[in-house]
């Protein structure tokens, strides 16, 4: 007897195969994760300065906008800025840099990656055991907020965060289906936003992977 499409460890397999090609299983992509030999950016101390000065400033016309931004975001961006020329420090320690708590640390750190100013990579090492294990984030500081690479940084994260959410197998379902209504209009406009947005995840990869290696 062939064997059921829905079967779990057909399923398991896909999702193996996504996670090896670094999406999820939509198609998706993940937030890239660094291991082996890779560069890490460097940004001197007068460079980095320069950097903190220009976040304060985006917080100061944000308040004159009267534009609500999380409230320790620059006590984030001054312990990002004294980590030291690689930006590697774990959000436990960012946190007790700034005097607040992690989650508070992930939201400033999010604002700032929308707003251009810094984006980041997952990085992972050997352990003793041989497995791979997570390590500290590997933050980029950006100095021109309204550049190319802030232009990525930001539409890669709003890609990060949009991602969407595949409702998980249950019974003889569909694997990674989603339940929609069944209006023409609404499946159609779907079908024309997932090509577009496909598109512009192949154009921002590439432009992404070549940003990485400067």
């Given at each position: ?13 896909m ?10 299983t ?6 890239p ?11 001197p101390?007068k460079e ?13 016309n944000?308040?004159?906008k ?34 607040c708590v992690e ?16 984006t ?26 309204a550049?190319?690479?802030?232009t990525?940084?930001?539409?890669m ?11 998980a ?6 694997p ?17 936003l ?9 154009e ?6 070549a940003?990485?290696?400067?």
């Open positions: 007897m062939p064997e059921c499409q829905n079967h779990p460890a057909r399923v398991g397999r999702q193996s195969l996504a996670h090896v090609l670094g999406q999820d939509d198609g998706a992509p993940r937030r994760t660094l291991t082996g030999n890779y560069s890490e950016p460097q940004l101390w980095r300065k320069q950097w903190l000065r220009q976040v304060n400033r985006l917080a100061a944000c308040t004159a009267k534009e609500s931004y999380p409230h320790k975001v620059t006590a984030v961006a001054r312990a990002l800025a004294f980590a030291g020329d690689v930006c590697k420090p774990s959000i436990e320690y960012i946190a007790g840099q700034a005097g989650n508070t640390v992930k939201a400033c750190i999010a604002w700032l990656e929308e707003h251009g100013a810094l980041w990579s997952h990085t992972a090492r050997k352990h003793q055991s041989g497995r791979m294990v997570r390590s500290s984030n590997l933050y980029k500081l950006i100095l021109d907020f550049g190319a690479t802030a990525i940084a930001r539409t994260r709003s890609i990060w965060r949009d991602r969407r959410t595949v409702a197998s249950k019974g003889n379902g569909c990674g289906g989603i339940n929609i209504p069944l209006n023409p209009d609404a499946y159609g406009a779907m079908n024309r997932s090509a577009i947005a496909k598109r512009r995840v192949d921002f990869n590439q432009r992404w992977l940003t990485r290696t400067t």
